[in-house]
């Protein structure tokens, strides 16, 4: 019922790229990408190192101009779109986010709030309120107090991603959130992204872990040397020739798009003894 | 909370005592009541004289000059997300030296008192335009250009000092250079405070930015700040505070590396809590520094400010490098 009523409250939101090329040294490092993603996706953009993930995600994110093409968030601009309105409509989480100072938990959350923060003063008592609640929703509230370089790789995950959802953004995009965790808070992370677009946002994810986005993702972008070849349904669009032909390597793949999915990779024959 | 209110009564009321030290010591000692008592009842005796013509000025200086050195290190430390930045770093007090130093090379100062501070601020902005200019790029970029401004405008404090046109010339230069309240009158300040105050107008709207920044550069610019105007707010706060500072009163080194770290852990080492607690202590560490020039006794001059805060400072610095070695793994 609840999440019923949840499902009406949200409007839809989109990003649209349209031709987007991006130009190092001469070398286009993403390449003519058009893709139009939308809410209650859980988008998962894989590709082997080097296809221009980041990139892609920096330039979906809005921080980074394309050399080409336009990027449109709920059919305005992103070049004519006021950063700090940006800021508000999507999260963005970089490759291992990390504190530069001690500060408390609480407080690194709490920096989440700065687009919606007046110039000066304190924390408003409602924005408290939201802090509080985004800790409780990534299990850190006993850590509310600790420093945050004092948390592990997995806590400082779950902080960040706290700081990233505690405004409220209808999008959110992160940058391999998988990389380094164990396999326990590996499955958390991903199942929270999960829930994220069942509750009506829009999750775009970079990752390696092609088993757990078999799982869990929605759909399935795939980056090669800066051309998006496949853009799909995770269930139809994840198959043994789609990472043959990606990854040059000979995958199995069983029931993707279903949480017993597994992708395995089958050593080449010819390299047996 | 009680605990945060008590160390802010504690702040202020740090600084009130060293304000009436400020005012009471030098060669004339003035009692309190005799200081509350000329403040109160201005009538022209020597008590008022003395007040209204040397300490009044000198003390107002020394909160300005500590106020903005502590606070431009506060930020610049927060920007960079380094420990170890001070105002120095981006060349803004070495162009203030050389442009008090050209005023005093060429004689101007000698004709008119006003020429050394003028061609300071001078030297300070076109310090900081150079360092922007070449250092647009990124923040790395603009340390790199920040150093190489600093070692540029050192150069040529050099070649003044290389081509003094007689002993006199060098030695008024080396004094000048090492900082001093000293027989500093209304004109400098007057001069001066306009340059301050828009300084730590320019340095506290970075107040946001820095907190954003302690969650990296690209963190803080998915949440809205715009890196390019912090950078340009942060330098041209520090060119147009710590710039004006240095060309009346001369190069003070450490106060804007220490008062950050005073008073980082009581802003649970948030930078943009940091800002005003680390200028109310830069203003503290410098009224008593320069208390402390006119007590210690010596034989003929007094012990010059840059001096005394470098001897202080030294030892302070190193045992910062060394916890900072131990902290980290």
């Known amino acids: 019922m609840a999440g019923h009523q949840a499902a009406q409250d949200v409007t839809v939101s989109r990003i649209e790229a349209n031709g987007v090329t991006v130009l190092r040294g001469g070398r286009a490092i993403v390449d003519d990408v058009t893709i139009e993603l939308h809410s209650r996706q859980f988008v998962g953009l894989i590709g082997p190192n080097g296809a221009g993930k980041s990139t892609l995600m920096s330039v979906l994110a809005g921080l980074l101009a394309p050399e080409r093409g336009s990027v449109m968030i709920d059919g305005q601009s992103l070049a004519t779109l006021d950063r700090r309105a940006l800021a508000q409509i999507r999260a963005f989480l970089p490759q291992n986010p990390r504190a530069e100072w001690p500060i408390s938990v609480e407080r690194l959350v709490a920096l989440g709030l700065t687009p919606q923060l007046p110039v000066f003063g304190g924390l408003p008592e409602t924005m408290r309120a939201s802090v509080a609640a985004a800790l409780e929703m990534v299990d850190m509230a006993e850590h509310r107090h600790q420093p945050a370089t004092t948390l592990s790789g997995g806590e400082l995950g779950r902080a960040m991603l706290a700081r990233a959802l505690v405004g409220d953004p209808a999008m959110l995009l992160a940058d391999e959130p998988l990389t380094g965790l164990d396999p326990r ?35 399935i972008a795939v980056l090669r040397e800066g051309c998006l070849v496949a853009f799909g349904p995770t269930a139809q669009t994840l198959t043994s020739a789609l990472l043959h032909q990606v990854f040059d390597v000979d995958a199995c793949v069983t029931g993707a798009g279903t949480r017993t999915a597994i992708v395995d990779f089958v050593p080449d024959p010819t390299l047996q003894p | 909370m009680v605990g945060k209110v008590a160390l802010r009564a504690l702040a202020c009321a740090l600084l009130l005592t060293c304000i009436l030290l400020s005012l009471g010591t030098g060669r004339i000692w003035l009692e309190p009541a005799v200081l509350i008592g000329s403040i109160f009842e201005p009538k022209p005796s020597l008590a008022w004289l003395i007040l209204s013509e040397l300490r009044v000025p000198r003390t107002i200086l020394g909160l300005l000059v500590g106020a903005s050195l502590g606070l431009s290190g506060a930020v610049l430390q927060g920007l960079l997300r380094n420990p170890l930045a001070e105002p120095g770093l981006l060349g803004v007090s070495a162009g203030a030296a050389l442009g008090a130093v050209i005023a005093i090379y060429f004689g101007l100062s000698a004709a008119f008192a006003l020429a050394t501070p003028i061609l300071g601020i001078g030297g300070a902005l076109v310090a900081a335009a150079l360092t922007l200019s070449i250092g647009r790029g990124g923040t790395l970029t603009m340390i790199l250009a920040g150093a190489a401004v600093s ?23 080396t004094i000048w250079l090492l900082g001093t309240l000293e027989n500093r009158d209304w004109h400098q300040l007057v001069l001066a405070a306009p340059f301050i105050l828009a300084g730590w107008v320019c340095l506290v709207l970075t107040m946001r930015d820095v907190d954003a920044l302690t969650l990296g550069e690209t963190q803080a610019e998915s949440l809205g700040v715009n890196l390019a105007r912090t950078r340009l707010l942060a330098l041209a706060g520090t060119a147009l505070s710590v710039g004006a500072a240095t060309a009346v009163t001369g190069s003070i080194g450490f106060i804007g590396l220490m008062a950050p770290h005073l008073v980082r852990p009581f802003a649970g080492h948030q930078p943009g809590r940091m800002l005003l607690p680390s200028a109310l202590f830069g203003a503290i560490l410098l009224l008593l520094a320069d208390v402390a020039t006119r007590i210690i006794p010596t034989a003929g001059q007094e012990v010059r400010l840059g001096v005394l805060t470098s001897i202080v400072g030294t030892p302070f610095f190193l045992w910062l490098v060394t916890r900072l070695r131990r902290m980290s793994p």
Do not use: C, Q, W
């Open chain 1, 185 to 219: 808070h590996a499955l958390d992370s991903v199942d929270r992204l999960r829930k994220l677009a069942d509750a009506g946002k829009l999750v775009i994810a970079s990752m390696h872990e092609l088993t757990l986005a078999a799982r869990y993702t929605t759909h």
């Open chain 2, 151 to 173: 070692g540029l405008m050192g150069a040529g404090v050099s070649l003044a000092l290389n081509f003094a046109p007689n002993p006199s010339a060098a030695y008024e230069i």
